[in-house]
């Protein structure tokens, strides 16, 4: 039987929602994302509640809210405590991420779902692995092999590959085919056959204009704000699609040497710029190029100043300016206070680049036509003063006398149950508490329990010697080179240096930003003031499509082309989901599942899997053939049994049939063209052939989008007249062969 494989959804499914589920392989229990939204809305993870006790590991594609959100508060609450797994740029990206929401919920209210040490706490249990890393898990999960792959979308971005005996379970959502400035497309094309694909439908129903249209648009659009005299914000992610943008303003404010000042404003931006800059190797090829040619990093940035408090830009240049500023969704953070203080004005430019989230005030903005006027709630933290200072004193006085009370206990509890009658007789350091015979008593009434006694003197068991402090010989060893050391005491542990510049806004030197550090450092006594106010929306709102993931098209073309045979479609509208799973209930060969909130569906394979064992008679003959990296023979043999009851493939006793002849490898036909060129053939491509000198022509025949399997085995056909020619094209043909 194959691999058994459940999917489980706990949340994200016909809808928006936070992307979350649950996927058993052979009874481990993978969980994939683990989002959140910019609401906090502890009824979104209820599902995942009841099962984040039994989560073997978690796996991470992305560093947004939406994919990695609710770990620290599923961590605190759920008891979930299992290791996770990303690659670097999520890990750190993420963490900062966290950092930046937590700040800016905690200004303006009493956020208490999860503190920074539950965030730092969530993220020590991380472990990173590079693009297409083969990890093996051990233990329950014996046997099977997580791999990440790029995804696109956001730095770091991951499509999950989990192999287990052979069959592959591919996690694909949110990818993006395109290259962009600062990331390269998914490899999810090279994908073939996987036993399944888990996979988004949120932009089945969108399409998207070209690369250069879309940013002509964007920066003509902004462009003509700052000559009218207006003021440009988009509201951005803390460290994700932001950087995209980031660099397009750049360039073009390199091409066109402009003076409009702009702004990127979050409580993380100045470390979030400072992680970028040592991440070239993930990026895309033309950065890492450009890097490794002329050592240009392209995230020092001469036009883009880094702003960390709202005091800084109003201090700023009192022009036209262009202001980046986290949440995207204008729920929380600079973007909804700047937002309350520009909207009034018909010169000013809101430009939205991706999609706010349902409910949000962002996607409220988005609606056609937008409202002319909004209610919004702003809240500040004010200091405390006069009977509200005294009454936060007195009660803080109040928890610190319960709290030394509660420990006093606790110690004299631990006293007790740590001395008893037999302990002083080993240590002549210990005056006898219990004992109430000393002739020197000033304790008062016995009629209370415990009671300290003091003991003028020393007062030595007879079994001691002398009085005298603990002292412990330290004996070291030697050998002929001197004392002999442990390596590993002076290994400075990855963990440690984590901790190190793991502080809140940390730069790569492990120094505080001053906006950050003010937030945590800050403990002068405060209070959230919040007051209603209608604000009248008459600037300009554009929406443009900046989120990074592949358009409809595109996605039913590379689903296509990976050709899974069971496919799970997640997270996306009710009418995305529906009509992506009709478009491929269409093709044959392909089972299409799209599951419910809490519904399990099993996606175990048809084929069967078996485990053989390859005698030694049987290698012992068997003439291997290198091809690439691997080595490949034809084997004639026949299933037996050993001793302890497992599959064997055993020499056959009776003469080996005979066999076609098999050709392994894998012919470009742009690369052949090249090899017979350096043989002195004249050769051209023409209508999709290879024409060779006069007379032969070599085409390939079947489906390209189909490989590896026998009814997608492409045929290589040579056509011409029986001559020299084609006896000799013939032969440097076969010679780009193995032959079995």
Request: charged share 20%; net charge negative; with cysteine.
């Amino acid at each position: 039987m194959g691999t058994s494989v459940q999917v489980t959804p706990l949340s994200g499914v016909y809808n928006e929602n936070p992307l979350s589920y649950l996927v058993s392989i052979d009874g481990f229990n993978f969980l994939i994302d683990c989002g959140w939204n910019d609401h906090f809305d502890p009824s979104l993870l209820q599902p995942l509640s009841k099962v984040a006790s039994k989560i073997d590991a978690v796996l991470l594609s992305y560093g947004d809210m939406l994919h990695l959100g609710a770990l620290p508060f599923a961590m605190k609450q759920f008891g979930l405590n299992a290791p996770v797994f990303s690659t670097e740029p999520v890990y750190r990206l993420g963490l900062l991420t966290m950092y930046d929401q937590s700040f800016s919920r905690k200004a303006v209210s009493e956020f208490d779902l999860f503190s920074l040490d539950d965030i730092d706490s969530a993220f020590q249990n991380f472990t990173r692995l590079t693009y297409s890393q083969n990890h093996h898990l051990s233990g329950k999960g014996e046997g099977i092999v997580i791999a990440p792959h790029v995804a696109g979308h956001l730095l770091g971005g991951t499509v999950w590959k989990i192999t287990k005996d052979g069959e592959d379970v591919v996690y694909a959502v949110d990818f993006n085919h395109r290259k962009e400035r600062h990331l390269n497309g998914t490899v999810l094309e090279s994908f073939y056959r996987p036993a399944v694909l888990i996979t988004d439908a949120y932009n089945a129903l969108n399409s998207q204009p070209s690369r250069q249209q879309r940013d002509k648009q964007f920066l003509e659009t902004i462009l003509k704000t700052l000559e009218g005299g207006g003021n440009v914000l988009l509201p951005v992610d803390s460290a994700g699609r932001v950087l995209e943008l980031l660099l397009i303003l750049e360039q073009f404010w390199g091409q066109r040497f402009l003076n409009y000042p702009i702004f990127f404003l979050s409580y993380v931006s100045s470390s979030t710029i400072d992680y970028i800059k040592s991440f070239l190797e993930w990026m895309s090829d033309s950065i890492a190029k450009s890097f490794e040619t002329s050592r240009d990093n392209a995230f020092l940035m001469k036009h883009v100043t880094l702003l960390i408090s709202k005091d800084e830009l109003d201090n700023a240049s009192t022009g036209p300016k262009v202001v980046l500023a986290s949440v995207a969704s204008l729920e929380a953070g600079f973007s909804h206070d700047i937002f309350a203080e520009w909207a009034a004005d018909v010169k000013n430019l809101v430009l939205f680049t991706e999609r706010g989230q349902f409910g949000t005030l962002a996607r409220m903005l988005q609606a056609d036509p937008p409202p002319k006027a909004v209610k919004m709630t702003m809240s500040r933290r004010v200091p405390l003063v006069g009977d509200e200072l005294i009454v936060y004193e007195e009660e803080q006085k109040r928890l610190k006398r319960e709290e030394e009370l509660k420990a006093s206990l606790i110690k004299e509890e631990e006293s007790k149950v740590s001395h008893g009658p037999d302990n002083n007789l080993s240590d002549p350091m210990v005056i006898d508490s219990g004992n109430t015979h000393s002739p020197l008593d000033v304790v008062g009434s016995r009629g209370s329990g415990h009671r300290d006694i003091l003991i003028d003197g020393f007062v030595p068991p007879s079994t001691s010697v002398a009085p005298m402090f603990p002292f412990y010989e330290n004996s070291l060893e030697w050998d002929e080179f001197g004392e002999v050391i442990n390596p590993d005491d002076y290994v400075v542990q990855d963990e440690d240096m984590d901790q190190a510049a793991m502080h809140v806004g940390a730069d790569i030197d492990g120094k505080l930003d001053e906006g950050s550090a003010s937030l945590i450092l800050d403990t002068k006594p405060s209070k959230v003031v919040s007051n209603e106010l209608t604000v009248q929306v008459k600037c300009s709102l554009i929406y443009m499509d900046y989120e990074g993931r592949s358009d409809g098209r595109s996605i039913k073309s590379i689903l296509t082309h990976v050709a899974p045979l069971k496919l799970v479609m997640v997270h996306g509208s009710a009418e995305a989901t529906e009509h992506l799973k009709q478009h491929f209930l269409n093709i044959k060969n392909v089972q299409v599942y799209a599951p419910q909130i809490e519904e399990t569906i099993d996606v175990t394979s048809d084929l069967c899997a078996y485990k053989v064992q390859l005698s030694e008679k049987l290698m012992s003959n068997v003439l291997f053939k290198k091809l690439g990296d691997y080595e490949v023979a034809w084997v004639d043999a026949e299933v037996g049994k050993t001793e302890n009851g497992m599959l064997s493939l055993l020499p056959i006793s009776s003469p080996a049939p005979p066999h076609k002849s098999v050709l392994v490898g894998d012919l470009k036909m742009a690369d052949f063209k090249q090899f017979l060129a350096s043989k002195g053939v004249q050769v051209e491509f023409a209508g999709g052939a290879l024409r060779c000198g006069e007379y032969v022509t070599l085409r390939k025949v079947g489906n390209p989008s189909q490989k590896g399997g026998a009814s997608g085995t492409q045929q290589i056909i040579i056509e011409g007249p029986l001559c020299e020619d084609y006896y000799k094209i013939r032969e440097y043909l076969y010679s780009q062969f193995y032959l079995l």
